[in-house]
């Protein structure tokens, strides 16, 4: 059973966000008390990042992949990746997640991801956001990023709140 039980996290994993069609689910929240200027740097919190526990994590360079489409979608925001040691106004770190639907004579997988800001002022999550998707096994690397990119911008897509438009 546990071999079994690996096997599906391999290959729910390797499928990380890169199903066909469109995400299921996406969106975000945050602390309408928490000031988000126009551009802010960060950095990552890795204490409290969180992939599942699986040797083949790192040939499937899920941390990679996760890691480039938050530094890409901030950036394109005006929230940038803070060089080591400098002030940030925010901390970001993200959790991985998967799973498998069991339906008579199928078996679907999905994958999720949730990023959260916690902002340095107060420490306290000031914005949360969070995709679920299927999962597809036969998707290659390269879709898997460009797929996430996607869906981290839909994410993104009114951040940072509370800026005129």
Known sequence: ???LERSALVLTVIALLGA???????GATYD???VFPATAQWTWNDELNIIPDHPSMETLNI????REAITKGLAKR??????AGEKVDFR??????IGQKLKPGS???????SLTLVDTKTDRSAWVGFIKTDADIATPEAQRRKRLREQMNKMLKNFPPNQPK
């Open 1 to 3: 059973m546990r071999l």
């Open 20 to 26: 066909s069609g469109c995400a299921k689910k996406i």
């Open 32 to 34: 309408p008390f928490v």
């Open 63 to 66: 941390q990679s992949i996760v």
């Open 78 to 83: 005006g929230y940038t990746l803070a060089p």
């Open 92 to 97: 970001v770190h993200y959790q991985v997640g």
């Open 107 to 113: 078996v679907k997988s999905y994958a999720s991801l």
